[in-house]
């Protein structure tokens, strides 16, 4: 009963936590308006997180497995490849744009130890939901692929590359504007046109 409590009081303040990201922006927000929301001291805070980049990651990392699991969702249910790797796009774009206070892009520049390590297992998570969705595309005749989850991570790796290459005059300290993740979202729709059309059956 005591574990369940304090699960309880995480999520309470990871709930609380993203309210205010979301609203306000994760670098205005500070520990002391999360715990006047929650109605509880600082130190209680303390208790869960260490410090409020801990409890940033960890928004993240659970509004991450929403994501993820919307994504793994599409590509079990295939009914055209095409038309499932259009939508992932269309998935993370109604996902950033959601969360875009949440300075998304500021952590994925963020190389220290951990958060690279989060960084590689997400890759690789969606390698293999595109392997899923390319293996199902090579059942239905649509695409002609001799080693899916090679094929994938070029795809995944391209994709991920454009977020980094086209907005040229982004700095460490700033994230993606809408008009920037706009433009991203429009060259990824065209890389996927373009290789799609290259593995076309």
């Given at each position: 009963m005591q574990a369940e409590t304090k699960d309880e009081m995480r999520d309470r303040i990871l709930e609380a936590a993203l309210k205010r990201f979301t609203h306000y922006g994760a670098s205005k927000t500070t520990m002391n308006e999360i715990a006047d929301d929650l109605h509880c001291s600082k130190?209680?805070?303390?208790?869960?997180?260490?410090?409020?980049?801990?409890?940033?990651?960890?928004?993240?990392e659970k509004i991450a497995e929403a994501f993820y699991q919307e994504m793994e969702k599409e590509a079990k249910e295939v009914t055209s490849a095409a038309t499932a790797l259009y939508n992932i796009i269309d998935i993370r774009k109604v996902f950033i744009s959601r969360f875009c206070r949440l300075e998304i892009f500021k952590i994925l520049k963020d190389n220290s130890g951990l958060i690279l390590e989060e960084k590689k297992k997400a890759k690789q998570r969606e390698i293999d939901l595109h392997t899923t969705?390319?293996?199902?595309?090579?059942?239905?005749?649509?695409?002609?692929?001799?080693?899916?989850?090679?094929?994938?991570?070029?795809?995944?790796?391209?994709?991920?590359?454009?977020?980094?290459?086209?907005?040229?005059?982004?700095?460490?300290?700033?994230?993606?504007?809408?008009?920037?993740f706009a433009a991203v979202i429009e060259k990824q729709k065209h890389l996927l046109k373009i290789f799609i059309r290259g593995i076309k059956a």
């Open positions: 130190a209680s805070l303390y208790y869960y997180f260490p410090d409020k980049k801990a409890m940033h990651l960890a928004v993240l969705i390319i293996k199902a595309g090579i059942a239905l005749g649509e695409f002609d692929v001799k080693d899916p989850q090679e094929t994938s991570a070029l795809l995944v790796e391209a994709t991920m590359g454009l977020r980094f290459s086209v907005p040229d005059h982004i700095s460490d300290e700033t994230d993606l504007d809408d008009e920037m």
